[in-house]
């Protein structure tokens, strides 16, 4: 595909997560020949249904440089959300980024709520339960599997 804007110029390195249920952090890094006057833009689209936004709350360098954002209030979705990087400057045109992102995959989980063991004699040995992680899932929570280590027999 051909990119407008001086060759170089985009974002690298570009990652988010979510965290905290609704938080998600996005980060990158300037392109390695943008000028240095480069301010880079963050919008993203939940699905195709929703209106694009831009990031309301930038994390800046100690250039005040956009380097990454700070999402509050995120669901996740079934489709993949579109996230665009765009940059300006004076002197050049910046390429763009951008990609699409399946948001569950890229959730850190809190741990189960609720977790209990109750341990006989008998044969039985124990019963554990817990209750399902606090998520920004809004379609499928019923998704989840778990692992259990059982150290100190």
Not at 18 to 45: K, V
């Amino acid at each position: 595909p051909v990119f407008a804007g001086m060759k170089g110029s985009a974002i690298e390195n570009f990652s988010c997560v979510i965290y905290n249920i609704f938080l998600m952090n996005c980060t990158w890094q300037a392109g390695r020949d943008a000028p240095a006057d480069t301010q880079y833009f963050l919008f993203w689209q939940k699905s195709r249904d929703e209106e694009e936004m831009e990031c309301e709350l930038y994390i800046q360098d100690e250039n005040c440089r956009n380097v990454g954002c700070i999402f509050q209030n995120v669901s996740i979705g079934i489709e993949k959300a579109y996230f665009l990087v765009n940059g300006s400057s004076k002197n050049s045109l910046i390429q763009f980024y951008d990609e699409y992102i399946d948001l569950y995959k890229i959730e850190i989980l809190t741990a189960p709520l609720h977790v209990t063991a109750h341990c006989t004699r008998d044969p039985m040995g124990c019963i554990i339960t817990w209750h399902p992680p606090l998520t920004s899932h809004v379609e499928n929570t019923k998704c989840f599997q778990y692992e259990i280590s059982i150290q100190n027999k």
